[in-house]
């Protein structure tokens, strides 16, 4: 085990959470990485990571802890599981801080890209070659899209639907100067160089919540890295609560600026 904030690991001027990693395979084995953010998700990740595994598409997997109580990050489970490593945070920050700790993760273990799914069991893991072709071909920035054709979008809130189709995705597509459909999904995939890049920076502590979702398609786009996007499935259930860590108008309320922000360029770093 070691700490995530080690000072030999990561390049200067890095801000990356401080942690614990769990290394359950030492050999990596893969060009690229999945790295699933989780807090308390329970039979949903764990039936994510199975099903994961049972396509036996020869990729490693990250988790990132953002702090479960709930037994699901138990280490022995996710060996089992195929997991190759846990990355536990112990500082500050929700999702963004989560992403920052596991792109600094891969980027150190010299994986060429990082592909980002949810935890929370919606999104289903069989589109994870679309992403890896993707990448192979080019691609810097690949975002996971139920909107383009092959995609589906099953039992999504029709007040999720109609603020992703009337606002959220038409402002980053404007913004970005590139037409996006799905923004506000976290099925995505990122080439080592759009990461690395100093004029994109996302290792930085601004990014704290949710501002990388946002920040990360427009400024991608605006820098004229290669962006696409594939067909993905995202399915909420039928009924009962939705699995989600975004509750409440406060919350939504927060989305929205976030993406102001991120869509007029407060979150540029100040290079050439």
């Given amino acids: ?15 990356v959470p401080a942690g614990d990693v769990h290394v359950l395979e030492s050999e990596r084995g893969s060009r690229y990485c999945v790295l699933i953010p989780v807090i308390n998700e329970g039979e949903r990740i764990l039936g994510q990571l ?22 699901s990050t138990d280490l022995d489970v996710l060996r089992g599981l195929g997991v ?29 890209g990082v592909i980002t799914v949810d935890g929370n069991g919606k999104d289903d893991v069989a589109a994870i070659p679309r992403f890896v072709a993707a990448l192979d071909a080019g691609a810097d920035f690949v975002q996971g899209s139920r909107y383009v054709p092959g995609g589906q979008a099953i039992n999504t809130p029709r007040e999720r639907h109609l603020a992703i189709k009337l606002f ?5 597509s404007l913004a970005a ?9 976290g099925f995505r995939g990122h080439s080592r160089a759009l990461l690395q ?67 007029t360029g407060r979150y540029d770093p100040e290079v050439a």
Avoid at 1 to 15: F, K, V, Y
Avoid at 50 to 71: A, C, E, P, Y
Avoid at 168 to 172: E, F, K, L, Y
């Fill in 1 to 15: 085990m070691s700490d995530t904030n080690a000072p030999d690991r990561h390049p200067a001027g890095w801000a």
């Fill in 50 to 71: 199975g099903r994961l595994r049972d396509h036996g598409f020869g990729i490693d997997v990250v988790v990132v802890d953002g702090g479960s109580t709930d037994g």
């Fill in 84 to 112: 190759r490593a846990l990355l536990v945070k112990r500082d500050a920050g929700k999702l963004s801080a989560q992403l920052r700790m596991g792109f600094a993760f891969a980027l150190a273990e010299g994986y060429d």
């Fill in 168 to 172: 959220h995705a038409p402002v980053t």
């Fill in 177 to 185: 100067r590139h037409r996006f459909t799905d923004t506000t999904n």
């Fill in 197 to 263: 890049d100093p004029r994109v920076a996302p290792m930085r502590a601004v990014f704290d919540t949710y501002e990388l979702l946002a920040y990360l398609p427009i400024r991608a786009a605006r820098l004229g890295f290669a962006c696409t996007e594939v067909p993905v499935t995202r399915a909420y259930p039928p009924a009962g609560d939705i699995p989600t860590k975004i509750h409440g108008r406060s919350a939504q309320l927060d989305l929205v600026k976030i993406l102001g922000r991120a869509a």
